[in-house]
């Protein structure tokens, strides 16, 4: 009876429809916004990278719509992916019948990031807190401090060009992404084989964006002023300028709901399905949160012992939501253009490692987390830029040079990490976990290193 109700409740879980959030479409755009989701888009200013020639509509656009303001989008949903700790309890107790009481089933406290398959026992409690530091520094393999962006002039509306509208700007920009997290757990057990868990992060994101432009000319009439430049009272040298936007946010990130139900209980080995779902209760418009539901069954085996070895392997299903939308207010006609919602980027994820009781009061823990995640936002080396037209060094200098850009295209990628920690009892059932989880390749939003603190209590 019992593994007949846990059947239907995982299955209810696990292929329950999302609920995609609504919404005005129009609730969201760029121009005028303080968003942290429009800090990159709004660092030249709400309407792009416009010159203050008042006889002269000098805006530069083309590949600010198309490589650069998206990329505000493509972090927020990079942030999506950041792993949490486990809310698997230290310790796990079953009922021993001829003793009448509980009893330990395991000799180590278990992962720190993965799920083992052992339950914590009816009617037992864990609660726990826990501390992370991303620290960005580079976004699939590009350095986030060295970031470029060329910037065409748009074409004239009707009529024929004019020669100094092939001049165009380039830009070196450098992006400051800080986040800590602070997450508590809750775990319960509601049976011997079932427990449910809670999970809620609070989430402190800042972000600064520094742009280096420089206009480079094409074109230059000693018997006319210059139409493009930076500031109004030196209109022949101001070629240079330096553009800043920065926020912050603190608040609730996306709550999760853990179900996990033990299939199979050997002796030495068991084997569990879980399935999570996560609430937008985050405000994803300030990368506080994804913007929708998403559910993530998966499957845990793990060995009891000494030496205890673990897999977890499932898939996270998401619903669409304005981080993997079009938030761009800003369409080369002066219209803001309507922040439209897209598919966040589902993705297949596993974690292979083992844990060991190193002694009765420390226990050591290794794993590797992989995700392969599915058409998402990518920020990529675009072709290099050379100007149809050289461009002028000095007076006597004509020459054409090439300039790197990024480029923002659609495409699967896999995300690989390691990670080292210990469980260390510090009394009673009190334990004091501390982790380091490191990059092991270059794609996605990624740090070399982020440490993780904790304390979580059994009762």
Same mark, same amino acid.
């Given at each position: 009876m019992l593994r007949t109700l846990l059947f239907r409740i995982l299955l209810m879980f696990s292929v329950s429809p999302l609920l995609l959030a609504q919404g005005n479409p129009n609730a969201t755009n760029c121009t005028n916004s303080s968003k942290m989701m429009c800090i990159i888009p709004n660092v030249f200013g709400p309407f792009g990278l416009t010159l203050p020639n008042p006889t002269h509509n000098a805006h530069f656009d083309s590949d600010f719509q198309a490589n650069f303001s998206p990329l505000g989008s493509a972090i927020g949903t990079a942030l999506t992916l950041l792993p949490i700790a486990s809310p698997a309890s230290g310790f796990t107790y079953s009922f021993d019948q001829s003793t009448g009481v509980y009893a330990?089933?395991?000799?180590?406290?278990?992962?720190?990031?993965?799920?083992?398959?052992?339950?914590?026992?009816?009617?037992?409690?864990?609660?726990?807190? =826990?501390? *992370?530091?991303?620290?960005?520094?580079?976004? $699939?393999? #590009?350095? %986030?401090?060295?970031?470029?962006?060329?910037?065409?002039?748009?074409?004239?509306?009707?009529?024929?060009?004019? =020669?100094? *509208?092939?001049?165009?700007?380039?830009?070196? $920009?450098? #992006?400051? %992404?800080?986040?800590s997290q602070m997450t508590g757990f809750v775990t319960v057990g509601l049976s011997n084989r079932l427990d449910l868990s809670l999970a809620v992060p609070v989430n402190n994101v800042n972000l600064g964006v520094r742009s280096n432009a420089a206009i480079h000319r094409t074109f230059v009439d000693p018997t006319q002023s210059q139409p493009h430049y930076f500031d109004p009272s030196d209109p022949v040298s101001s070629t240079t300028h330096t553009f800043t936007n920065a926020g912050h946010a603190t608040g609730i990130w996306d709550i999760t709901a853990r179900l996990k139900g033990t299939l199979v209980r050997g002796a030495h080995a068991s084997l569990a399905l879980a399935t999570d779902l996560r609430f937008p209760s985050g405000d994803e418009r300030n990368f506080l949160g994804s913007g929708t539901f998403g559910v993530k069954p998966f499957l845990i085996a793990s060995v009891s012992g000494k030496w205890a070895p673990h897999v977890n392997i499932g898939y996270q299903i998401n619903g669409k939501s304005l981080l993997a939308g079009d938030l761009v207010g800003y369409n080369g006609t002066d219209q803001p253009n309507r922040p439209l919602k897209g598919h966040l980027p589902n993705d297949l994820f596993y974690t292979v490692g083992i844990d060991t009781g190193a002694t009765k009061r420390l226990t050591l823990s290794f794993d590797l987390l992989g995700q392969h995640v599915f058409s998402a936002k990518e920020v990529v080396l675009a072709p290099s830029f050379t100007s149809a037209v050289p461009e002028i060094v000095t007076p006597n200098v004509v020459k054409q040079n090439s300039y790197p850009q990024i480029a923002i295209v659609t495409g699967s990628f896999n995300v690989v990490t390691g990670s080292a920690g210990f469980k260390a009892l510090l009394g009673g059932n009190l334990l004091l976990t501390a982790n380091l989880l490191f990059q092991l390749n270059n794609d996605g939003l990624r740090t070399r290193v982020v440490p993780l603190v904790g304390l979580s209590y059994s009762f």
């Open positions: 330990r089933t395991a000799q180590s406290f278990g992962p720190v990031l993965a799920e083992r398959a052992e339950t914590i026992g009816k009617g037992k409690f864990y609660v726990a807190l =826990t501390y *992370q530091y991303f620290s960005f520094d580079s976004l $699939n393999g #590009i350095e %986030l401090d060295q970031i470029h962006s060329v910037f065409k002039h748009l074409p004239p509306a009707t009529g024929t060009p004019e =020669t100094f *509208q092939t001049d165009f700007i380039t830009t070196t $920009n450098s #992006i400051n %992404l800080f986040v």
